[in-house]
């Protein structure tokens, strides 16, 4: 540890942690390192405008569980000591709430709380992290090598600049900041960059590479994260044709907003909602749910999806192979199952549909197959669509150092075994205990990823098991501090 030193003056015995995300899970881990040792110091990084910035984005959700579970003992702990309200922990709170309630406030009392051992750094992006001088090949420590628990950890970050500040190239600025004697990934895998692919086996559907490049020029109404569409992106669905891609609680919760929007008289004037499953119902309700408002919003979900695609059988053959066009504007609701993604396009309609209905203008067009209609192709063009088809953990931040990752899920290897191991009787997420500290030790000492990043592809990550995760690192951090 004393070499990670660099970058602080030596006499000062201070202990630098990188955090990167200051989600709950940053924040969290951030509140137990610091009140682990008081020769530890955090520097949280943050690429949004402020903490829990991903947590903003999803802010008109409400979450199942109640505060009990979403707010950990060390954030409850900087909020009295800081003379702040702890929320109510019988209440399930919107996103919106969680973050004024509790991640804001524990953000700021961090910095009340411990001065100058603690620096959120916000709109910065971390880009890579390094060993010192190590490249990824050198330094196996399997081999006898143990450079690699000395080396400070270096980070290539990139700082967004204040709207008016000139800058000769760009409107951000690239750094190396160094001197870190451990770092925590808790950057979270919840973006549109991490979406899975559409096509068959997760791979993109043909022209999806295509129209993601044409959503950033041009703002196409192609969501890959969970839209607002009650609220600020009401425009994007009222009175349009619109197409859900998945089967998560997310597409259950937008077909939900949908109905209301129905209700409300600005309803979208068809909904096409594909799932993977076979079953006709995209929901398997739980027996005696210990999250009451998760079973509600699965028997609501399903109650909309008694309307099985039974389109009409007139066909054409194409290439052997039964192809149907779709207008997507009636009916209101349908639910087609044992679905696969082929095609995504955006295309200029005008073009009359096998119901008989014409349309002309910007539209984006899919093509699928569903098992129930073995043979059948079906093009469908609708307005707006939104793929919620789960995340992927990205790799790039820890490319250069040795972390060994699971080839199913891409989560931490020691982690993602234990959790394979616990799965194999089945049963439903909240039944899951957090995993020991070996979990969560990787190849590189003192590199740790934990939140939900840490599940890699595995979508049964909790909160709870997050801020336990932190307990755990912080106490290995507190070890090493001491001797």
Known sequence: WQSALAGHPASTGIVRVAIVGAGPIGLDA???????????????????????????????????????????????????????AVPDMT?????????????????????ELY???????????????????????????????????????????????????????????????????????????????????????GMPALGEKELETSYKEDDLPFFRTLPDALGKDRSAFARKRVCIIGAGYSAATLALSLDQLRAEGEGPSHVLWLTRASTALPYARLANDPLPSRDSLCARANAL???ISKESDDTQRNDERQVKRVCGACPLFVHVPDTTVLEVEDVEEDVKFDCGTRHEGRALE????????????????VDTMVALV?????????????????????GPMKLAASLLAASAGGGDCMSQAAPGVGTLLTPEPNFFVLGSKSYGRNPSFLLRVGFAQAALVAGVLAKNAVG
């Open 115 to 201: 001065g100058s051992r603690f620096l959120l750094r916000t709109r910065v992006e971390v880009m890579s992290i390094g060993r010192g001088g190590l490249r990824k090949t050198e330094a196996v420590a399997a081999v006898g090598d143990a450079r690699r628990s000395t080396a400070p950890f270096t980070l290539l970050v990139r700082q967004e600049l204040d709207a008016g500040v000139e800058h000769a190239r760009a409107k951000a600025k690239d750094e190396y900041v160094s001197g870190f004697a451990a770092v925590i990934d808790a950057s979270g895998t919840y973006a549109r960059e991490n979406a899975n692919g559409l096509g068959a086996g």
């Open 390 to 410: 789960g995340y992927r953990p990205a790799s790039e931040l820890s490319r250069e150092l040795q972390v060994h990752l699971c080839y199913a899920s891409e």
């Open 305 to 307: 999806c008694a309307n």
């Open 91 to 111: 209440a399930c709170p919107t996103g919106r709430e969680y973050v004024s309630q509790t991640l804001q406030p524990v953000a700021k009392g961090l910095a």
């Open 30 to 84: 951030a509140a137990c390192v610091l009140a682990a040792h008081p020769s530890l110091s955090v520097v949280l990084f943050e690429r949004g405008e402020s903490a829990a910035a991903a947590v903003r984005e999803w802010g008109h959700v409400t979450l199942f569980s109640p505060n009990s579970l979403n707010v950990s003992g060390a954030m409850a702990f900087i909020l009295a000591r800081t003379g702040r």
């Open 366 to 381: 899919l093509t699928y197959s569903s098992g129930w209609k073995p043979g059948e192709l079906v093009v469908a063009h």
